[in-house]
């Protein structure tokens, strides 16, 4: 199915105005069949600089953070309707520049509305302490706004992942510079000028440059007048972006990469872990950070359960994401293609032995865009790049395993630590297993969050801090100690 779509070009927003940028625009296109969806602002170093210098008068100006709580908390439930209102268009706009199905940019949106309600509530209940304190009459302990945040953002879930940090920025009082992935800079600039729309916003409080990340990205980072950086991304951009955070001793988040282990016991509901275990990995074609990219089942049930496995994901729908039929849509670009292909070689190089999948689509209009099979690998190897790196695309590796232990020793055994799934009926094994997993989240019989109370994050290399929940909201505060001495009399300072 083909949807009509007007293309738009975007400037950057900046101080409450749209810029043009002085160095053209960049171009963002369709994965599933090449057309062109935006166009947007390829930003130079100047742009950022002048979106940086409108975010700090902002901030220093205290026009945003000196507002009564009620205040932000109406915007960013103004925010949140605005998505709910639009949803239609976004969600469209959504699926041609990112490739995914209709139904999970629709869910992507929603989460990202809700996300931001939250954190509307969340702006009214940031609350301080007040300790009893040996060497003062009074001691108070506040919460202060970090400051200009750098928000950059990746493609996978632009819209979702950017009100992950808009969301508590706005809520603590921040100002906000935000660098969408060049790859989703459309829709990104189209939820912009959104919010551009709402009242209650003064000007330089959101300001958004794109371009490209090496360029655009790293200017922002670098910028000595951001206070903090909040960054989505591959866990080798993120170390680039902590070193070059160094030099000012910038606040950082850092949301990266992961390699997921999705547990299947043998006294699992296996009608609820089958497809828990083949979505958790083919949707979004394998492209989430949460990928259950790494399959372990109970060598007791490997057998049965792997075929009726093979047998659900050799019957996914590959196709545009505007299709309704389509359950998986293409990888986002021909760079993720090849990526994600070279892969596909190694594992096969190293020995594991494919048993679903393993290549390109390209019959009729397939050939078009970037669309790749749904692939198992059986036979990996702890040591395979294929069982220890960060694929992104929708391919699977597994491995039996013998006993709780066991399961926990395999999962472990990994640079990163961000999230996984269990499938058991049995308490004490759960709680053993999930106590036992070193990864931010363990999702024991689902697979993903309910919602934005819960914090996200990762352990090991897949990041720093958490985003969503009140956790969320922190790594937009600072804290302080306001030490009162109210008697004449007051005790000298002492150590
Ligand atoms: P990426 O690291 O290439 O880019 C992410 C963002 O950083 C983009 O906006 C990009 O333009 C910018 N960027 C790139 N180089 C930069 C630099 N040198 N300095 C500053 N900014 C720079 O990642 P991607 O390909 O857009 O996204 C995929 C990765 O994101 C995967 O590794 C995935 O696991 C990770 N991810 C993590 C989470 C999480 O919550 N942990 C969520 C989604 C995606």
């Excluded at 400037?11 to 057309?35: C, F, L, M, T, V």
């Excluded at 950017?162 to 009082?173: D, E, F």
């Excluded at 991304?233 to 999705?262: F, P, W, Y």
Aim: with cysteine.
């Amino acid at each position: 199915m083909q949807a009509k779509n007007e293309v738009k070009t975007y400037s950057n927003y900046i101080g409450g105005k749209w810029q043009k940028p002085s160095d053209g625009y960049i171009e963002s296109r369709n994965p599933a069949n090449g057309d062109l969806v935006s166009r947007a602002a390829r930003s130079t170093p100047e742009d950022v600089s002048s979106a940086v210098e409108e975010a700090r008068k902002a901030f220093d100006s205290g026009a945003w953070s000196s507002k009564r709580p009620s205040e932000r908390a109406k915007v960013l439930r103004e925010a949140a309707e605005v998505v709910r209102r639009e949803i239609g268009g976004l969600s469209v706009l959504l699926t041609l520049e990112n490739g995914k199905p209709l139904a999970d940019a629709k869910g992507e949106l929603l989460n990202a509305a809700n996300v931001l309600e939250y954190y509307s509530s969340a702006a009214r209940h940031v609350v301080g302490k007040v300790p009893r304190y040996s060497g003062a009459d009074i001691s108070l302990v506040v919460h202060e706004p970090v400051g200009v945040c750098g928000l950059i953002v990746p493609w996978n879930s632009p819209i979702s992942l950017l009100s992950w940090k808009l969301g508590p920025a706005l809520a603590a009082g921040c100002t906000v510079v935000i660098k969408p992935s060049a790859n989703t800079s459309g829709i990104s600039m189209r939820f912009i000028e959104l919010l551009a729309s709402i009242d209650g916003v003064p000007p330089g409080v959101i300001n958004a440059v794109t371009g490209p990340g090496d360029k655009v990205g790293a200017e922002l980072v670098k910028n000595g007048k951001v206070d903090k950086v909040s960054f989505t991304g591959s866990t080798e951009t993120g170390r680039k972006i902590m070193e070059m955070a160094s030099a000012n001793l910038k606040k950082v988040n850092l949301e990266c990469g992961g390699k997921s282990t999705d547990l299947v016991f043998d006294d699992a509901n296996m009608e609820a872990a089958l497809p828990g275990a083949v979505w958790s990995i083919f949707r979004s074609a394998g492209q989430s950070c949460n990928a259950g990219s790494r399959l372990l089942v109970q060598d007791t049930v490997y057998d049965d359960f792997m075929r009726k496995y093979k047998e659900a994901a050799g019957a996914i729908k590959v196709g545009d994401g505007m299709d309704p039929a389509t359950e998986m849509g293409p990888l986002i670009s021909k760079g993720q293609l090849e990526r994600v292909l070279g892969y596909i070689d190694s594992a096969k190089e190293e020995g594991a032995r494919l048993s679903l999948g393993g290549d390109r689509l390209v019959d009729g209009e397939y050939a078009k865009g970037n669309f790749v099979r749904p692939t198992i690998f059986e036979g990996v190897e702890r040591k395979m790049k294929i069982f220890q790196e960060e694929v992104f695309g929708p391919v699977l590796c597994v491995l039996p395993f013998r006993d709780e232990d066991e399961a926990i020793e395999i999962s472990n055994d990994s640079r990163f630590g961000l999230a996984g799934d269990l499938w058991s009926r049995s308490l004490p094994r759960i709680m053993k297993v999930s106590q036992g997993i070193r990864t931010g989240t363990v999702w024991v019989n689902r697979h993903l969050n309910p919602g934005p109370e819960v914090p996200f994050g990762g352990y090991k290399q897949s990041g720093l801090g958490r985003e969503t929940g009140m956790e969320g909201l922190m790594e937009y505060l600072q804290t302080k100690h306001i030490s009162l001495q109210l008697t004449e009399q007051g005790e000298r300072v002492r150590r």
